[in-house]
């Protein structure tokens, strides 16, 4: 069955990560090394979490991990340039991972690029707010 859950982590798209309580990735999937644009685990294992993100999101990573070390799950968004400098949204959850005494032992980070979905949504709006104003200024002559 152990088996089983490697291969579910590694077949999927999300970055999926292992933090130990002192904020730290101990692990990560092959996935989730390449949407972080590492060329290797070094750049990655053993490195605080926050660091991979900007100073503007730390409140909400900090949260986040606060969060899940107290035993809840929490819910971000927010932009970084990635390792390999290519800028991009995520969608993050935390959640506590428990061990056999259900005292929290790790944190479980699931990120999932959204970037694209993000550059849709601006260019609906850029296109809707074209048509709003053409609109009114057909109107208006």
Not at 37 to 62: H, I, K, N, T
Not at 91 to 119: C, M, Y
Request: charged share 25%; aromatic share 6%; proline share 3%.
């Amino acid at each position: 069955m152990r088996d089983r859950y490697r291969q579910i982590v590694a077949l999927s798209r999300d970055c999926i990560k292992e933090i130990d309580l002192d904020g730290r990735i101990t692990s990560v999937n092959l996935n989730g090394l390449v949407g972080l644009g590492a060329s290797s685990a070094d750049q990655v294992l053993a490195r605080p979490w926050r660091e991979l993100w900007p100073p503007e999101a730390a409140a909400m990573v900090g949260a986040a991990m606060a969060a899940a070390a107290k035993g809840a799950t929490r819910e971000f968004e927010a932009s970084c340039v990635n390792l390999a400098g290519v800028r991009q949204t995520w969608q993050a959850v935390t959640s506590p991972l428990f061990d056999e005494q259900g005292k929290v032992e790790a944190i479980l980070a699931v990120s999932k690029n959204v970037s694209d979905r993000r550059a849709l949504e601006a260019a609906f709006h850029t296109l809707d707010s074209t048509l709003t104003a053409e609109r009114a200024f057909s109107t208006n002559a």
